[in-house]
């Protein structure tokens, strides 16, 4: 049971946002031994671009709660990477509604920067253009992530999209922030998206969340149906239930000679172990049910933050039942 | 996003099998306690059947080693079920070369017991036909189970499911032994096991490991593509990386009336949390390479039995890597 299966999809790129996904679960406060670490990690396992943290302001977050990597200075960034002389590209994440982007993203000819990954809800449309313009001018590939695509409608979702694909974005990622999507709306969305994509030019990518146990086979499902750009994390961390894990993806793309996927299970052992008894995160139950009934983790997070709510599940069932539309 | 996806696949039944592949991770030692609480949960959740352990024989198996639930005596069954006044129907699994299943299955209308689930491998199958004539003739649903399904080649697979086809058995079970598959392959084998049962009115049902977080999603694909009899455990609870959780497949399964995703999460909470203490399973590092690699988890299962051993994670890789065939 090999032959069919075994394909080396030379045309899909790889990103790890294990820096920046996972700075959500610890304010963004990881020390530059660990994204040292991660950032060797993806050189060895020929990752093809690392998002290192967000682009974000210090007018809109605090420097005293968040880490370095809500902010990724020039300097902080060179403090790790240093010119960043490996084939790995970097990439920053620029929220909509939070970031100075005109001050504070310099051209990419002064930065070790490569990418912008611009993150935006279909409210910010407007905005999320802008921004996607000037990196753009700035001389950066840039991504369009428009979030939370499982609570926008049809209508607004096909504007967005057709405005987004007239844009400067090279790539348009589907992202599952909720993590609700099972693996036929994937297949739906990534359909929706190449479509709009393909007439120009552009390629579309998967950002899964992993509540149901699904980031890993949403992600295959996405480059079945033409995803070229694909998320993951080491370990899965991120967010609540954290992301695609980069150790199964790399095993899937394991007839793809520029990965190797022994490196990955290098880090997990040598920076996961530890990190595990630090931070928390993965599908646990109260994840499966803010996924299943579509809504942001932030009530599972909070839940799951205190002693006296954490795995009362037959409550927060109920709670999130209730607040839920279904 | 809600309508298309929304059916409530009433054709499918669904099989609680936490007390019998969970048994593998204890040696089949759960309290009577535990074991009706399950089955309590089973018959609030509206889940169809409840596989409740093996029927394997003290010939092969130590009575002092293992526990009740590896040879599920009538006895035992009726301590924890009674009469079962219940819809839930009741199962077990008979292995062939492990079991004494002239002498110890009796009759069913003499036992608590609707069916017999028969697990074998390929090489196998001259007994498992055996063994189906016989549970069929004593008056039991059967199901052919013909495990480690990703090593076996096409033409022997091919001969054992013509003949299975051909036997009394009403379900033929498509068993991941080694969550190796992807969810690709997984279409490509319930499309070949529904091309040799719908010819013989037979149902095919889907048994997914966890290896590589893709047992809840090749259920999915398995529903996808026709099959009606799937495989769940609560908490995902069964050897090595454990099962497709139920929490997760009843949730897919909302829109059928049947089921009450509640109950689930109650026994989560009541049951599972104090388990999670005193038992490991789950998708670790380990599982994922021996998943990978397409071998029996056995080896990752001693590996993460001793202090020693567990979490070097690049040393089992090599390990597992000069042990295969990649």
Redesign the interface.
């Known amino acids: ?1 090999n032959a ?2 075994s394909i080396s999809r030379p045309n899909v790129k790889v990103l790890d946002c294990t820096i920046r996904d996972g700075g959500l679960v610890n304010n963004h406060r990881f020390s530059d031994k660990f994204v040292r670490a991660v950032y060797d990690t993806c050189v060895a396992a020929g990752v093809d671009y690392m998002e290192i943290g967000y682009k974000n302001s210090d007018k809109f977050f605090s420097r005293e709660e968040m880490g370095p990597w809500k902010f990724c200075n020039e300097e902080d960034l060179r403090r790790v990477v240093g010119d960043n002389p490996s084939k790995l590209k970097l990439a920053c994440m620029a929220d909509a509604g939070k970031s100075n982007w005109k001050h504070d993203i310099i051209p990419a000819s002064e930065s070790v920067l490569d990418m912008i990954r611009v993150a935006f809800y279909d409210y910010q449309i407007d905005e999320a253009l802008e921004m996607i313009q000037d990196a753009s001018e700035k001389g950066y590939e840039v991504s369009a992530n428009m979030m939370a695509i ?1 609570v926008v409608d049809e209508i607004t979702l096909d504007k967005c999209l057709e405005r987004v694909a007239a844009s400067a974005a090279s790539t348009i990622v589907v992202v599952d922030s909720y993590g ?1 999507l ?4 994937t297949e ?1 969305l990534i359909k929706k998206y190449m479509n709009f994509a393909s007439k120009n030019n552009k390629e579309v990518g998967i950002h899964a969340h ?1 509540n ?7 992600t ?2 996405s480059m ?1 149906h033409g995803a070229t750009r694909v998320d993951a994390t080491i370990s899965g961390l991120g967010r609540g239930a954290g992301n695609c ?1 980069m ?2 993806l790399l ?2 793309l ?1 007839d793809n000679p520029k990965y190797n ?2 490196s990955i ?2 880090c ?2 040598n920076e996961f ?1 530890t990190l595990r008894k630090e931070l928390e995160w993965g599908p646990y ?1 109260e994840y ?2 803010t996924g ?1 009934f ?1 809504q942001h983790p932030r009530s599972a997070i909070k839940a799951r933050d205190s002693q006296e709510t954490k ?4 409550q ?3 709670q999130i039942k209730a607040a839920g539309n ?1």
Do not use: C, G, V
Request: no cysteine.
């Open positions: 049971m069919p299966w499982s609700y099972i693996t036929e709306q739906y992993n149901q146990q699904l980031a890993f086979a949403n295959i499902e079945r894990p150790e199964l095993a899937f394991k996927l022994r299970y290098e997990l052992e172990i139950p499966m049910i299943f579509n795995d009362h599940y037959t927060f069932f109920d279904k």
